[in-house]
Antibody, heavy 117, light 112 residues
Framework: EVQLVESGGGLVQPGGSLRLSCVAS????????MNWVRRAPGKGLEWVAH????????AYVDSVKGRFTISRDNDKNSLYLQMDSVRPEDTAVFYC??????????WGQGTTVTVSS | DIVMTQTPLFLSVTPGQSASMSCESS???????????LNWFLQKSGHSPQLLIQ???RRFAGVPDRFSGRGSGTAFTLNISRVEAEDLGVYYC?????????FGPGTQVDIK
């Protein structure tokens, strides 16, 4: 079964850091670009970042550039999102997601990040 | 950045009837090789999003043929024929032609 399982969410103070992880199974992880997508409370979906199969190509939404870093470890079938200098507006459910072509065909269950003092 | 707009924002549908929703982009979603990357997702309450349509009109595996997508350039439509109770939720369009990729605000569908 193809599966993505996120972890690492929680409560963090403004200005703090958090590292999200996503473990993939059931498919050849290093064959696929991967994404992080978030949904803030009461709002819609927002694409956050993606990374190429070998980790050499990355892109981010403007609101997280310079604060968030996407990375992967293909030996561990794992995707990461390092979140630094977090802000209250980063409060959201974060989804790990896999590309199929340019569509996103597999989503994790999500991990909740709450930024609050 | 490409801005995606969806109309209507709310849609109430009777089971068995059809439903239609629109998605427009602020710029053309055709890339330099002539391909258009417009996707449709459904997010049911308490669940992760699920892919319905990719590349404007290609249904994802296992998606019923009641769902169809069409459009070109900047204007796209998702149609649902013979709506069923399980179709309720929020429908999002998403463009993956231009980075940063962007979603529309969503169309909330409820079943009468």
């Amino acid at each position: 079964e193809v599966q993505l399982v996120e972890s690492g969410g929680g409560l963090v103070q403004p200005g703090g850091s958090l590292r999200l992880s996503c473990v993939a199974s059931g498919f050849t992880f290093n064959n696929h670009w991967m994404n992080w997508v978030r949904r803030a409370p009461g709002k819609g979906l927002e694409w956050v970042a993606h990374i190429s199969q070998d980790g050499n190509k990355k892109a981010y939404v403007d609101s997280v550039k310079g604060r968030f870093t996407i990375s992967r470890d293909n030996d561990k079938n794992s995707l990461y999102l390092q979140m630094d200098s977090v802000r209250p507006e980063d409060t959201a459910v974060f989804y790990c997601a896999k590309y199929l072509g340019r569509g996103i065909d597999v989503w994790g269950q999500g991990t909740t990040v709450t930024v609050s003092s | 950045d490409i801005v995606m707009t969806q109309t209507p924002l709310f849609l109430s549908v009777t089971p068995g009837q059809s439903a239609s929703m629109s998605c427009e982009s602020s710029q053309s979603l055709v890339d330099t090789e002539g391909r258009t990357y417009l996707n449709w997702f459904l997010q049911k309450s308490g669940h992760s999003p699920q892919l319905l349509i990719q590349d404007v009109s290609r249904r994802f595996a296992g998606v019923p043929d009641r769902f169809s997508g069409r459009g070109s350039g900047t204007a796209f439509t998702l149609n649902i024929s013979r709506v069923e109770a399980e179709d309720l939720g929020v429908y999002y369009c998403m463009q993956t032609t231009h980075v940063p990729f962007t979603f529309g605000p969503g169309t909330q569908v409820d079943i009468k």
